[in-house]
């Protein structure tokens, strides 16, 4: 009997262990919780979620950053609805060592890692569309998995009110200026209004971070004391692409 309790128990921590590095389950869509059984820590643990307007195309897509003052080894990204908190658009341009996950039997409409070999992540990004312009409002919610006991959950980017925004249609003409300042507007009214929100979390950290903050170009996220953040250049301002970090 005690044989057999054994190899249940081996069998279930190798099972554990190997759908860690695979990426999260679909069991895992609703709740984001990892299946490693352990609890979340408190705060944000520095790291943070990224939305950027990509302007390249006809139409309006999103490249939506991960980042954090220290790596990570896993994680699960989705975009949600305001109301209801619904699993809403689909992602694309993935980057090496992630791969897309189906939620509630839609096609690639969450991601999540698949690092095997267990490598240090940071500052990814992907590139995100929405199927119709109604899903907004819309946030960006993640998972980050540091290592296998430390795990940070419901790390939110900023609410997005419009996913549609109009690119502009050049880059030089008064259109174009008049777009970015728009877009920076848009940016700066999303830093604050999480800003205010964030105060809650600081609290809960017991205040040993340095506190969100919009420093007239970024929004920096709440950053533990003794950390470094580093968020994606904004494209919204002439001589940045939005593909480097600062």
């Not at 609410?159 to 502009?168: E, W």
């Not at 003409?173 to 300042?181: E, L, N, Y």
Request: proline residues 7%.
């Amino acid at each position: 009997m005690r044989a057999v309790c054994s190899l249940l128990l081996v069998s279930a921590l190798s099972a554990s262990v190997t759908a860690y590095p695979n990426g999260a389950p679909r069991a895992a869509c609703d709740s984001m919780h990892p299946v490693h059984g352990h609890k979340p820590q408190p705060g944000t643990g520095g790291y943070g979620v990224f939305p950027e307007p990509d302007f390249t195309g006809t139409r309006t897509k999103w490249t939506i950053t991960l980042n954090g003052t220290s790596a990570f080894h896993g994680f699960l990204l989705e975009a949600r609805s305001t109301r209801g908190g619904k699993i809403v658009g689909r992602w694309s341009h993935l980057p090496p060592r992630t791969k897309a996950l189906d939620c509630d039997g839609v096609n690639g409409n969450a991601v999540t890692h698949h690092n095997h070999k267990r490598k240090d992540m940071n500052n990814i990004s992907f590139t995100w569309a929405a199927s119709s312009c109604k899903d907004a409002p819309v946030y960006f919610k993640a998972t980050f998995v540091k290592h296998y006991t430390k795990i940070y959950e419901g790390i939110t980017s900023d609410v997005l009110n419009d996913v549609c925004l109009r690119p502009p249609k050049c880059q030089d003409c008064d259109v174009s200026k008049a777009g970015r300042r728009k877009v920076l507007g848009q940016a700066r009214a999303r830093c604050r209004d999480a800003m205010r929100a964030n105060t809650l979390s600081l609290r809960k950290n017991g205040g040993r971070s340095c506190r969100q903050d919009w420093d007239g170009l970024a929004c920096w996220p709440e950053t533990p004391a003794g950390g470094v953040a580093r968020v994606p250049c904004p494209s919204y301002r002439p001589g940045l692409t939005g593909k480097g970090t600062y």
